[in-house]
């Protein structure tokens, strides 16, 4: 079946600091790739998607690579902010379905 | 603002107790999907409807159903409550293909 790997957390930066959070799925077919972020008390929000290998995703400074070689969609950002603190989860959805399949979640923390 | 709804927003319970959870889409989305997060299972796939039909199941338990309505909101009824159930439910919907857009979450306590 699906599954979805990242990093476990909690990731502490300091203001303005390089943010990478790795990401590795193992799928069927030709998953779509997804980044949601969940701030405190609030729902999910899709930060960015890619839905085909070499695809790069980006939004609001976030970037991430569809790599099927690796399996991998791991999310950078090259100056976090206070504000970017939330909980990241990678996510994939495969043809079959297009429900999502979460990976664990990363608390990533951002101090000023 | 996702433009999915869920209410009520917060719900207090008994064990054994049934609840139901309420979700209308965003304007023109046909597909609805509740996802469970809690703390030892992190988020999962529950089900999903496409025009008021069943699409997809996934760890969703006989305790617990869903349905859509015409109108396209959605409701998921949990019964026979256990501690274990406490957790935060999702709703999201989408009409374009693979593009989910999530509710702001309903949370269950069960006491």
């Known amino acids: 079946g699906n599954s979805v790997t990242q990093m476990e957390g909690p990731v502490t930066l300091s203001e303005e600091a390089f943010l990478t959070i790795n990401c590795t799925y193992t799928a069927t077919g030709y998953p779509s790739l997804f980044w949601y972020v969940q701030y405190p008390g609030e729902g999910l929000q899709l930060l960015l998607k890619?839905?085909?290998?070499?695809d790069k995703g980006s939004n609001k400074g976030f970037e991430a690579t569809y790599r099927k070689e690796t399996t991998s969609f791991h999310l950078e950002k090259g100056s976090v902010q206070v504000s970017d603190s939330a909980v990241y989860f990678c996510?994939?959805?495969?043809?079959?379905?297009?429900?999502?399949?979460f990976g664990g979640g990363t608390r990533l923390m951002v101090k000023p | 603002d996702s433009g999915v709804t869920q209410t009520p927003k917060h719900l207090i319970t008994a064990t054994g107790q049934r609840v139901t959870l309420r979700c209308s889409p965003r304007s023109g989305d046909l597909s609805v999907y509740w996802y469970q997060q809690s703390l030892d299972q992190g988020l999962q796939f529950l089900i999903q409807y496409y025009n008021g039909e069943e699409r997809a199941k996934g760890n969703i338990l006989e305790r617990f159903s869903a349905q859509q309505f015409p109108d396209l909101h959605s409701e998921l009824n949990l019964s026979s409550l256990e501690l274990g159930d406490s957790a935060l439910y999702f709703c999201a919907s989408s009409v374009v293909y693979n593009e989910q857009f999530f509710g702001p979450g309903t949370r269950l306590t069960v006491l």
């Open positions: 996510a994939l959805s495969s043809n079959a379905g297009n429900m999502l399949t």
């Open positions: 890619a839905t085909k290998a070499d």
